[in-house]
DNA sequence: ACGTGCTAATGAATCGATTCAATATCTGAT
DNA sequence: ATCAGATATTGAATCGATTCATTAGCACGT
């Protein structure tokens, strides 16, 4: 394995002027420079991270922890997460906790041991002992869509209310008076604050009710039974509009709902999710939806943690972002 | 930041006996190991990876770099690999090129430079000069989803022709005669393969005929664009069995066909696609498709990479996974 | 010729864990 | 009491890049 004392020697210079050469090149002479970078490809000489990171005591990495890789929403802000980095020429390491503390647990252990610059994280359930660890060793995290209550931690997040109530208003406005709000447990808090919005939302209209249906999960499939428990009861039975806690649910009422010989969608039934993912748009009628500004989010997580960085003492900063609302096909 | 010295004063022993706790516990008397360890964990001691790394030369991370992290195929994967290497105690460090090779490029430099034991990489076009440079830095590869023509390095892939055969084959037996194939550029290797696997079916059908479509790109969208352009041709003009080369233009397709008054899936028209995404079985006609050995891919290619580490010297394998026929509603 | 001021290059000390030859300590047998 | 042999512990040397105080080299003015 080659190492800069090779270069050195085979450039007939000093070890440190192959360093600085890497990392201060305007200290160097242009010939002398020329030469070193000559041996250096020559050589094929890879700088080695441990024993730069071990001296100068600075990492050039993130680590970043989310639930699910294959969510759209996690993946696209894991994207925006490495451009934003890369611009400050840092690198993500991406690890997937898949909802289970152990793995969560790992990969913390191992962005530790690696002494990362810092972690994004979007935990699994509640971490707040992990959280004081981490605190504990001076490592900074930002906290990705999730708020520390005690506010330790900076944060991005999203108005979950905001977004519960944007999509519910919309449907009231074109007219629809019968809502029904799909979503899973209200035990997971973005669920229960998109309920929250809706409610407020039909509060402001005497003449407006809503329902509540609890789906067994958040997938198409889990819409897809919830769907056809609604259709049972015959059109007449049916709300005029239905807002989904996400775009897989609404996906899969649309699906049982269109079964039904002779309704449309929207002229008979709006219906709404909430994400914006890809599947949203190429659904068989394009499906309205609340999006989140996941590029964004994944930039701001980066810019916090860098902010937390630099002045490690600084008070934390919660941002939390407010949803869009986009109208496709199916509330028209 | 507590080091391994501190921990040596204060526990009364010498630093050799630190580490031998941490990696040959068997070595160490219980009660000195018991007090190292209460002391371990009073001061917070995270052990620094770069210095024992730097040391011990050994590392251990894999890498492993993605053409897309949001497409399933690529996030199971992952998620199989990293249950693999942890088995072994390793970890991986995830990487999305996006389908980039500046990225791609970066994330092999950051991977070089700490070190990791070796790489899994899923390659960006053609990276013959990056898999040379590799070698020549001694740092074990394994290609995913595709293989070196040269067999320097080991790879894990699937039986692409075959997979097209099964699928075209499954409705020839069916009695489909006129059957399509849609797919994207045949440039990309994957899809040539595919259809090279549909016209070795339909030649053993002397009365069955294949036409090919070209679609745009491998998404929904264009599936639904290559469905409306079929769709144009009226009920006659029709083929009787649709190959998709993969969900998501079958999804496509399928969402354009049955706006098509009065033709039905699978009766009028079969439609089966590749890869089995989750959205497959929850598509409005359950989807029919062939399915590739996710996750065993990821572990093999794990342990393809540690068999590359272990031997340095040895000979390269390349495996071929056969795919499996998955029938759903859309052709039985 | 000499001093001043500047740029360029040097190389020893350093980071923290591991390794291993050397030493200390203990056991049990004679 | 002594010694062989096993077991436990020690601590200096090491990995490779960075840092920085020091030295070398050079140009210019007097």
């Known amino acids: 394995m080659v190492s800069i004392k090779d270069v050195a020697d085979q450039a007939q210079v000093a070890v440190g002027t192959v360093s600085n050469v890497l990392n201060n090149p305007d200290r160097v002479a242009e010939k002398t420079r020329e030469r070193v970078l000559n041996v250096i490809s020559e050589l094929g000489f890879v700088r080695n991270d441990a024993a730069r990171q071990l001296r100068a005591g600075l990492?050039?990495?993130?680590?970043?922890?989310?639930?699910?890789?294959?969510?759209?929403?996690?993946s696209s802000l894991a994207r925006a997460a490495e451009d934003r980095a890369a611009e400050s020429d840092s690198t993500v390491l991406l690890g997937d906790s898949c909802h289970?503390?152990?793995?969560?647990?790992?990969?913390?252990?191992?962005?530790?041991?690696?002494?990362?610059?810092?972690?994004?994280?979007?935990?699994?359930?509640?971490?707040?002992?992990?959280?004081?660890?981490?605190?504990?060793?001076?490592?900074?995290?930002?906290?990705?869509?999730?708020v520390d209550p005690q506010r330790?931690?900076?944060s991005v997040s999203v108005d979950d209310v905001a977004g519960g109530y944007m999509a519910v208003k919309h449907m009231l406005t074109r007219g629809r008076r019968r809502i029904a709000f799909i979503g899973a447990s209200t035990d997971i808090q973005q669920v229960a604050d998109r309920l929250t919005g809706a409610q407020q939302a039909v509060a402001e209209?005497?003449?407006?009710?809503?329902?509540?249906?609890?789906?067994?999960?958040?997938?198409?499939?889990?819409?897809?039974?919830?769907?056809?428990?609604?259709?049972?009861?015959?059109?007449?039975?049916?709300?005029?509009?239905?807002?989904?806690?996400?775009?897989?649910?609404?996906?899969?009422?649309?699906q049982a709902v269109l079964l039904i010989?002779?309704?449309?969608?929207?002229?008979?039934?709006?219906?709404?999710?909430?994400?914006?993912?890809?599947?949203?748009?190429?659904?068989?009628?394009p499906l309205s939806t609340v999006r989140r500004p996941t590029e964004l989010m994944g930039r701001t997580a980066v810019e916090l943690l860098l902010?937390?960085?630099?002045?490690?003492?600084?008070?934390?900063?919660?941002?939390?972002?407010?949803?869009?609302?986009?109208?496709?096909?199916?509330?028209?």
């Open 59 to 74: 990492s050039r990495t993130i680590g970043l922890i989310v639930l699910d890789v294959s969510n759209p929403f996690f």
């Open 100 to 146: 289970d503390v152990g793995r969560e647990g790992r990969y913390l252990d191992v962005f530790e041991q690696q002494r990362v610059k810092g972690v994004l994280i979007s935990p699994v359930g509640n971490i707040d002992s992990r959280l004081e660890q981490l605190r504990a060793h001076g490592v900074p995290v930002v906290l990705v869509d999730r």
């Open 152 to 154: 330790r931690v900076s």
């Open 205 to 254: 209209y005497p003449d407006a009710e809503l329902e509540v249906v609890e789906a067994a999960a958040m997938t198409v499939l889990a819409g897809r039974a919830a769907g056809e428990l609604l259709a049972e009861r015959g059109r007449g039975g049916l709300p005029d509009g239905i807002f989904c806690a996400n775009d897989l649910l609404a996906i899969g009422v649309m």
């Open 261 to 285: 010989r002779g309704l449309r969608i929207p002229e008979d039934l709006a219906l709404i999710g909430y994400d914006d993912i890809d599947f949203a748009q190429s659904a068989v009628v």
């Open 307 to 332: 902010e937390a960085i630099d002045r490690t003492a600084a008070e934390s900063r919660q941002v939390i972002f407010q949803p869009e609302l986009v109208t496709r096909g199916s509330t028209l």
